[in-house]
Nanobody, 124 residues
């Protein structure tokens, strides 16, 4: 599976943004998808995840209520909608894919495939 993230850019605090992650291959619907981000000088952190069917979503506590992940299996694409952007949301956002169990859905090490990342910069 190859993943291509897009939709990042320079935005102002309070704006909204939707990131996309397009996957190649015919088996997209069998993968759970995760979103992670890495801010400058910080470690990568889990942001959100969605199960292969789209039936369940998971969020880091720090983004719950502002971030929404969804997917369109017919388009092999997963989305991350971000509302009320804050300067501390500035980071490179990565999408990732994993198959099998959803145990430890937030563990980046358990994801097999990663996109190249898209940069979101939020100005105050």
């Amino acid at each position: 599976v190859q993943l291509q993230a897009s939709g990042g850019g320079l935005v102002q605090a309070g704006d909204s943004l939707r990131l996309s992650c397009a996957a190649s291959g015919r088996t997209f619907s069998t993968y759970h998808m995760g979103w992670f981000r890495q801010a400058p000088g910080k470690e990568r952190e889990f942001v959100a995840a969605i199960t292969s069917s789209g039936g369940s979503t998971y969020y880091a506590g720090s983004v719950k209520g502002r971030f929404t992940t969804s997917r369109d299996n017919a388009k092999s694409t997963v989305y991350l909608s971000i509302n009320s952007l804050r300067p501390e949301d500035t980071a490179v956002y990565y999408c990732a894919a994993r198959a099998g169990t959803i145990i430890n859905i937030s563990a980046g090490a358990l994801y097999t495939y990663w996109g190249q990342g898209t940069l979101v910069t939020v100005s105050s």
